[in-house]
Nanobody, 121 residues
């Protein structure tokens, strides 16, 4: 059974930093594309960043040059380093794991329970 456990959310002032973690279990980690998505109140869930087993990354335009996704294949964990946070980054952040062969369908993957990030102005 796939389990994704996020941690690291919280309240931070604009311009500050947070680091999110997502620990995975129940999967062959090296077969999975891992990603961070977020959902703000009244908005649809959106991609923040994704990373392939080989380490290739892609980011939403809104977070490029501010956020960095990384993965530790030995620890079955991914991270999202968030710098220069803005109030518009406020959302629930979800970890996603989807098999590489289904990388274009994250909805067919597994989701964590989410962690709240709140950025005050």
């Amino acid at each position: 059974q796939v389990q994704l456990v996020e941690s690291g959310g919280g309240l931070v002032q604009a311009g500050g930093s947070l680091r999110l973690s997502c620990a995975a279990s129940g999967i062959i980690f090296s077969d999975y594309v891992m990603g961070w998505y977020r959902q703000a109140p009244g908005k649809e869930r959106e991609l923040v960043a994704r990373i392939t087993p080989g380490g290739s990354t892609n980011y939403a335009d809104s977070v490029k040059d501010r956020f960095t996704i990384s993965r530790d294949n030995a620890q079955y964990t991914i991270y999202l380093q968030m710098n220069s946070l803005k109030p518009e980054d406020t959302a629930v952040y979800y970890c996603n794991a989807v098999q590489m062969v289904l990388h274009h369908r994250p909805d067919l993957g597994s989701w964590g329970q989410g962690t709240q990030v709140t950025v005050s102005s």
